[in-house]
């Protein structure tokens, strides 16, 4: 299962059809659009379909997800996108698809019309494996097999590498000084573009006048130039920002150079940067750098698994690298990247890794190889007893006197009771307040101390003054003392508001006398 959550165009996808995802991109000029490929290798797409670029065949948008019939078993390798946006896939079989904005021939279809579905780019790829593709605002590039170069669309500064700034309406490879070199890694900022060779070397060609091609001045290129300065550094890969790029070595160190008003290079400070700057990494080896044409934002991570990210984040300029908690680059781009698009195609393997906890968290309530199930409310949850012991002791106490592999409970309701099976799995809780107040009364019951705490913290975070009289009553019967007083506390705060609530009214005899007494000692009725 691929993590789409934190991408807000996602939000309406059920549950059962986000565990179907392998692939997906988001994009767009404010994020609003996703492309996402099942492990059925089915292709959708859903958003405000700027230029056709949801390649449905119409320019409707779409809240909900609607199939690519035309991509459907094609195998995804590499995606890309542009500002338009059009978008540009390379399939496992090393065949070429674009559609959407066109209006400078990115497409490589010859014309200037938009392309409302996915088409075959043909022009001198047809003998061709292609293996990665990369687009800047208005132009493509594509990587074969071979190790050569096509590039195709708008050519203002040179950033196709033809020599010329005319427009190239087809593929064209790009040749001069990348005749018969071997490249093994481009990508694109907004109109330059870079090739990173076998031989560690890395060429830059386009738009310069901030620096971003690194070769020390701030003139355009036609042609590929090769970074001088980086001369016996070998370069693994390149990524590129709106106008900035950053390149890691087989080192592991990271190099950064181009646009820097945001600090997007990670130099500390905010000036460009004509020649390739060590970034500071605090010796860490990195492993992968990120950067998307679309930002000025910039990302690592490091051996040892550790996330970095500096520049434009969230409308706040980071000058240098800046240690998070998040596990991929991805989450860098999708919380703090301005629009929160992929930095690229997001992808998990079918058999891709996971951390016990994912696991664990995977196989909850699945019924493929559990062997105990509970029964409530006429309702099945699907565990495990081994799982179970060895996390409750009320279990393990249980299951060793009981062969059982059903078992009805009805002290709690199917709500409660799969929110205490779910944490036994996940260490959460998920539940309004309200809900988890019948949660604390079952860890109260089965002596969870860990969980009666996360559900008095849950309570406390949800409380306002229409539920604060039903939370303070909970506390007090589940001898939750902590927070009982925090439920006082907050009453009294809200004397007002709290006491012409119906709660109130309904509030038991005995705990209305003592609420008063106790608020009058704590002075909640002086003049």
């Known amino acids: 299962m691929l993590d789409v959550g934190k991408w807000p165009v996602f939000a309406l996808l059920p549950p059962e059809e986000l565990r179907l995802i392998r692939q997906a991109c988001v994009f767009g000029s404010a994020a609003n659009e996703a492309l996402y490929v099942t492990v059925n290798d089915e292709v959708f797409a859903l958003g405000t379909n700027c230029s056709g670029c949801l390649g449905l065949g119409d320019l409707q948008s779409n809240i909900e997800p609607r199939r690519i019939d035309v991509l459907c078993g094609k195998k995804i390798e590499s995606l890309s ?10 399939t496992t079989d090393g065949e070429v698809f674009a559609w959407g904005h066109n209006g400078y021939s990115q497409l490589g279809n010859g014309t200037t019309n938009h392309g409302l579905t996915p088409a075959l780019v043909s022009t001198n790829l047809l003998s061709k494996r292609v293996t990665e593709v990369a687009c800047g605002s208005h132009h493509t590039i594509a990587l074969t097999t071979d190790g050569e170069v096509f ?32 490249v093994v890694n481009i990508a694109c900022g907004q109109l330059c573009s870079m090739a990173v060779l076998d031989n560690g070397e890395i060429y830059g060609w386009g738009y310069n006048c901030n620096g971003q091609l690194g070769l020390g ?61 060590l970034i500071n990494t605090d010796k860490e080896r990195m492993v992968e750098v990120a950067a998307c044409h679309t930002s000025h934002t910039s990302a690592a991570k490091t051996q040892s698994g550790q996330v970095l990210m500096w520049g434009q984040c969230r409308g706040q300029a980071v000058a240098s690298p800046h240690l998070t908690h998040f596990s991929s680059t991805d989450d860098v781009f999708a919380c703090f990247a301005t629009p929160a698009v992929t930095w690229h195609l997001l992808s998990v393997d079918g058999d891709d890794y996971l951390t016990v906890a994912q696991s664990l968290k995977k196989e909850f309530d699945s019924p493929e190889i559990s062997d105990l199930k509970f ?30 592999d ?72 589940y001898e939750a003392r902590d927070l009982e007083e925090f439920c006082f506390k907050f009453c009294v705060n809200h004397l007002t508001a709290v006491t012409q609530t119906q709660a109130f009214a309904d509030m038991d005899h005995d705990l209305l006398k003592n609420f008063i007494s106790k608020a009058s000692r704590y002075g909640a009725f002086k003049n």
């Not at 190099?255 to 700057?277: H, I, M």
């Not at 009666?452 to 409380?463: A, H, M």
């Open 81 to 90: 996108y542009g500002t338009g946006p059009h978008v540009v896939i390379a």
């Open 217 to 277: 001045n701030n003139g355009n290129q036609q042609t590929p130039c090769r970074i001088a300065a980086l001369q016996g550094v070998n370069i693994v890969r390149v990524a590129c920002g709106y106008a900035h790029t950053l390149a890691l070595t087989d080192e592991g160190m990271v190099y950064a150079w181009g646009a820097n008003s945001y600090g997007q290079l990670g130099t500390g400070n905010k000036s460009n940067q004509a020649l390739p700057t």
């Open 151 to 182: 590039a195709w669309g708008y050519n203002n500064s040179g950033q196709v590498g033809s020599g010329s700034t005319a427009n190239q309406p087809t593929p064209r490879r790009v040749s001069s000084c990348l005749q018969n070199k071997v």
């Open 406 to 477: 059903t078992l009805e409970i009805h002290q709690f309701s199917y709500l409660v009771y799969r929110a205490f099976l779910e944490y036994l799995y996940t260490d959460t809780i998920n539940l309004p307040p309200e809900d988890a107040i019948g949660l604390l009364d079952l860890a109260t019951f089965y002596r969870e101390t860990r969980l009666k705490r996360l559900c008095q913290e849950t309570i406390k975070r949800g409380i306002s003054e229409e539920n604060a009289v039903t939370l303070l009553s909970a506390a007090v019967k």
């Open 375 to 404: 029964l409530v409310d006429g309702k099945c949850i699907h565990v495990h007893k081994a799982l179970l012991k060895i996390r409750c002791e009320h279990f393990r106490t249980l299951l060793n006197e009981t062969d059982e």
